[in-house]
């Protein structure tokens, strides 16, 4: 019993060994593909397509009481 309790142990042991290896080895390979991309991107930057008219504003309302309108129409509504 001593030696099967043993060899689940170095079993276990050796499968949570591998995992936190290989989670080790994927944040490793992700924090140096997100270092390369970042210099990729100071060399290569994308092009910003220009627009006709401009960058259009969009008019932003900072009334609350046109917004708990609109709730309470449609809490209301059937």
């Known amino acids: 019993m001593n030696e099967t309790?043993?060899?689940g142990v170095s079993v276990m042991l050796?499968?949570?060994g591998?995992?936190?290896a290989f989670l080790?080895?994927?944040i490793i390979s992700m924090f140096v593909m997100s270092f390369v991309?970042?210099?990729l991107n100071k060399l290569f930057p994308?092009?910003?397509p220009a627009t006709a008219g401009g960058a259009k504003k969009v008019a932003t309302s900072s009334?609350?009481?046109e917004i708990a309108a609109a709730i309470v129409a449609a809490i209301f509504r059937k």
């Open 14 to 16: 050796i499968g949570m």
């Open 63 to 65: 009334d609350d009481s």
């Open 37 to 39: 991309v970042g210099k």
């Open 46 to 48: 994308e092009a910003v």
């Open 18 to 20: 591998t995992v936190v």
């Open 24 to 26: 080790c080895i994927t």
């Open 5 to 7: 309790l043993m060899q």
